[in-house]
């Protein structure tokens, strides 16, 4: 392999890192350096037990960073997923290396143990994904040409949180960014900033700075506080004590608090003085703010009500699993913010730095959670690793202004791992010893607990396990479930709910379980199979999943002592529990697909927390094509955060509502409409406050004559502005109708002459899924210029059909 594009300079005398080509951005050019090294690594997919034996190997492929080897078989057709140890190498070249300083790796998350050498020297280990690390390499490079060795593995190891029965897949890989640091030998180890005093008058900011090395010389810390402005509000000059610095800034008057709807932050700049010379710098974004649980009531930030409207997120995307760009997290924490979410759940472990930033940055605060998912109790080694992964957690991530909540797991009861792992005593004991730990670490901030009902009263925050309409009973139960758990927990947080949506998939009567299931129930059972519940009688229609997200905003916007919710999830994401699904091994309770498109319940959110960004959606722009007998109105609904719709039904109106959460559906927005046979054109025309004019329209085919049963598959195809295809086959009956209720699952297959755009675990990225309305797709690209796209569709009740794309 050629290296020279990826070799480092590091030219230290002119403090200037130089990267040869522009490979490698760098941040923080200065008095210490941080260069991203992500590009330009090999990666054998090979779990070689040494230095050596790996290095003997020629099956190195050239890989840049962030990387998983599950992106593909994770939601490929085959069970399972590769769960061993690979190797990653990458050559470095550093100039001028300097005894007087240190240099460091530092890896924002690898998945999920992991062993780091350096020119063949083991300088460090980690235990536990989702959690940064440094490395210290000063002993171990040299002058001119370096080699690092990474080795990782993502195996069954019961001693390391989650659990293997976590209903998500556990990526191998070094799935997040890398850097090569510089820094003096004198250096900022750590900062740590509280805000013990906070009001709309004043406030008070605290800081402890720990320095690196023994103090020789004249040392002392300058701290600088600015606005947003870069406008210095404080600044001050404290002596270093025994290697640490306590700042104290008591009187910021009329500070601009941090909120979900203005986060504002400050810069607290440290900058490191030997004998009133700069040595070291680092900067902290700090956000001012008070909050509040009510006991048995609402919560309050900055001393105001604030209804917590929440959601989950896990962490990866279609077609790269966990190893995801900064960009791609960024979006995600922008699309949920667009949805006027205030706050997130990560799900179920620590996350990548890009997601606090954005958390800061936006406005969305944030729970927190250990990686404690389902295992129960495990041994003595597995005791210390989970406990150092919370102190990981909460070191990590301390200063970010957005987090409230440090969780302490979730459903960690469920299947043990070990023999005895669900003893509740000993369970409870152990989440005793995690709290106080959690406390002592961070005193400002709550810790919680998901469906673990014992140990409810030990942590500060409480969410009971409620699944109305989907796990258990109707969704119709959610009032009378949140109104139980009120009274009950002192500091209820409702998280959770939901259900999947096959995208496409519509119904003139969603199924809801009335006279099929208990309809009380909301309680999520550890075995489903006897629990008689909409998951398994319903349709997963997108219908049915709006009813039931319009039922429960409506709920919990009404409800004035309640904290709030966070819906599960916002992103389909892959599981490996979850093969018979409509999409193979993807979980579908996202509001939007694994490629963030949105699907109809995205809106339903929007018009409820949205109140910045007039819109109307009609529901819904994947059900273009209805039927029914002449004469029988149909039902149109509107989402809108407008006070008012109209809407019109080819070209004339069938009237003015008003929105009204106190109706249902779609807050009042909805029509009764008698469609023509054929092109029907709807307009759905939004009034904001201002007078000014949103709309949307959607073209619907309807029919007065009930499709027979499917009889054939055909396929048709149009070309992608990405230069793909969309095949789409579609179930017809003997007439030629499309079979809107044929629900089976279809095969894609590409012959010859490209290949599908498939294991994406996307609608239109699966190779094998199940028909909505009667239509699937699919994304194929051509890998050759002379030889045809041959496509194939097949089903169990038919042969296959053919395309050919020349």
Not at 429 to 441: I, R, V
Not at 692 to 716: P, W
Request: hydrophobic fraction near 35%; aromatic fraction near 12%; charge should be negative.
């Amino acid at each position: 392999m050629n290296y020279s594009c990826y070799n480092l300079n590091f030219v230290f005398g002119m403090l200037l890192a130089i990267i040869t080509g522009s490979c490698n951005p760098v941040s923080e050019i200065g008095l210490r350096q941080k260069i991203n090294i992500n590009y330009g690594w090999q990666y054998l997919e090979h779990n070689a037990r040494t230095v050596d034996e790996a290095l003997t190997h020629s099956a190195w492929q050239e890989v840049d960073l962030p990387h998983t080897w599950n992106a593909k078989d994770a939601t490929d057709l085959t069970p399972g997923y590769r769960r061993d140890g690979s190797w990653y190498r990458k050559k470095i070249k550093i100039s001028n290396v300097s005894v007087d300083e240190v240099y460091q790796l530092h890896f924002e998350g690898v998945n999920i143990t992991s062993k780091v050498y350096v020119n063949g020297k083991n300088v460090g280990e980690h235990i536990g994904g989702y959690i940064g690390f440094n490395v210290d390499i000063s002993n171990a490079i040299n002058e001119g040409k370096n080699e690092i060795l990474v080795y990782v593995n993502n195996g069954y190891n019961p001693e390391v949180i989650p659990s293997q029965k976590s209903d998500f897949f556990i990526y191998g890989g070094i799935t997040r960014d890398v850097w090569l640091k510089k820094l003096p030998a004198q250096h900022i180890k750590d900062i740590k900033i509280t805000t013990p005093e906070v009001t709309n008058s004043n406030a008070e900011l605290n800081a402890k700075i720990s320095i690196a090395k023994p103090i020789e010389s004249n040392i002392s810390i300058q701290a600088l506080l600015s606005d947003s402005d870069n406008n210095v509000v404080k600044t001050e000059i404290f002596d270093v004590v025994d290697n640490t610095a306590v700042i104290n800034f008591n009187s910021i008057t009329n500070p601009n608090l941090w909120d979900t709807k203005n986060p504002y932050l400050y810069r607290l700049t440290i900058k490191l003085m030997e004998n009133d010379k700069v040595i070291d710098q680092v900067k902290e974004n700090v956000g001012f703010r008070w909050f509040e649980f009510k006991d048995y009531g609402a919560f309050y930030l900055n001393g105001k009500r604030l209804k917590l409207r929440g959601t989950h997120r896990h962490e990866e995307h279609a077609g790269v699993g966990s190893a995801m760009s900064n960009s791609q997290h960024r979006a995600d924490i922008e699309l949920i913010k667009e949805m006027g979410a205030n706050f997130i759940r990560l799900a179920h472990y620590p996350q990548d730095p890009e997601i606090y930033k954005a958390c800061d940055e936006l406005g969305i605060l944030v729970w927190d959670e250990l990686p404690w998912c389902r295992g129960g109790l495990g041994n003595d080694t597995w005791e210390k690793n989970t406990k150092n992964m919370l102190k990981e957690m909460i070191y990590q991530n301390y200063n970010h202004p957005s987090i409230i909540i440090w969780s302490l797991g979730n459903e960690i009861y469920w299947l043990p791992d070990f023999e005895g792992g669900d003893n509740i005593n000993q369970l409870k004991e152990y989440l005793s010893e995690l709290n106080d730990f959690a406390h002592k670490l961070d005193p400002t901030r709550k810790t919680a607990i998901r469906k673990f009902y014992e140990g409810s009263d030990i942590v500060d925050v409480f969410s009971p396990s409620i699944w109305s309409g989907w796990y258990s009973g109707s969704y119709k139960s959610y009032q009378k479930a949140v109104d139980t758990y009120k009274k009950e927990y002192k500091h209820f947080l409702h998280t959770e709910y939901g259900g999947s949506s096959h995208v496409g998939r519509h119904t003139e009567n969603p199924i809801t379980g009335e006279g099929k299931i208990q309809a009380d129930g909301w309680e999520e059972a550890i075995v489903q199979s006897d629990v008689p519940n909409i998951a398994k009688v319903g349709d997963w229609s997108e219908n049915y999943i709006v009813d039931l997200f319009d039922w429960h905003l409506r709920i919990s916007e009404n409800d004035t002592a309640f904290v709030g919710n966070a819906q599960w999830a916002f992103k389909d994401f892959g599981t490996p529990l979850r093969p018979e699904n409509p999409i193979p091994y993807m979980n579908q309770k996202g509001l939007v697909d694994r490629n963030n498109n949105p699907k109809d319940a995205f809106y339903v959110f929007k018009s409820y927390w949205n109140d910045t960004s007039p819109f109307a959606y009609i529901e819904s722009h994947t059900w273009d094509e209805r039927q029914g007998p002449k004469g029988l109105k149909r039902s149109v609904s509107v989402y809108s955060n407008c006070p008012e719709v109209e809407l019109f039904l080819n070209e004339k109106s069938v009237g003015v509502k008003k929105r009204n959460i106190n109706e249902f559906p779609a807050a009042g927005l909805n029509w009764d409409v008698d469609f023509k046979n054929g092109k029907n054109t709807l307009l759905a025309l939004g009034k904001t406050k201002t007078g000014d004019i949103v709309k949307d329209e959607l073209n619907v085919n309807y029919r007065f004559v009930k499709n027979g049963k499917a009889k054939s598959l055909t396929l048709e195809y149009n070309q992608l502005e990405n230069g793909k295809y969309l095949v789409t086959a579609t179930a017809l009956d003997n007439n030629g109708l499309r079979a809107l209720d044929f629900e089976e699952r279809v095969y894609f297959q590409c012959l010859s002459g490209g290949e599908t755009q498939k294991a994406m675990g996307t609608p239109t990225g699966s190779e094998v899924i199940e028909m909505a309305n009667g239509r699937a797709s699919i994304e194929v690209y051509k890998t050759s210029k002379n030889i045809p796209l041959k496509i194939m569709v097949l089903s169990q009740d038919f042969k296959g059909t053919y395309l050919t794309i020349k």
